[in-house]
């Protein structure tokens, strides 16, 4: 079994590790961003994406974008939205998955995909909180 999908986490996990140096992770800094934190954000939601393909792939399922991905997800691992990840060493909780319960798209995701498409006036979305999620 290739370990190539827990290496790349652990290596975007250290690149969190060395924001932190730079920036408290504390919701009163959850609306900081740069430069780094939208490098993270947005390599951190590619991944999960090519994660949730991969699983719908396993289960035949065609699902290929966000919107199929949330009812393939609540469908075969409905315990996903609900699953809360902490990080203690910052005493912070969050659900990344939250909104698929009331099938909207996660705030991280949206984030990522308008850095993506319209950096030059939404780059303020590559968040702190937003890239936090998404690594979550």
Known sequence: MSLL?????????????????????TPD????????????????????????????????DKSAEEKAYNFFIKNTYPKLPTIDV????????????????????????TANNKIKHQRNTKFHEATLKNTIDAMA
């Open 29 to 60: 800094n959850f609306a900081t961003y740069s430069i780094e934190t939208a490098k993270i954000l947005m390599a951190a939601t590619q991944e999960v994406d090519v994660l949730i393909k991969m699983l719908c792939k396993k289960h035949n």
């Open 86 to 109: 902490k990080i203690p060493r910052y005493d912070i909780s969050t659900q990344p998955f939250e909104k698929w319960n009331n099938n909207q798209t996660p705030i991280w995701w």
């Open 5 to 25: 999908h827990w290496n790349y986490f652990l290596a975007l996990e250290e690149e969190l590790e060395k924001l932190s140096k730079y920036i408290e992770f």
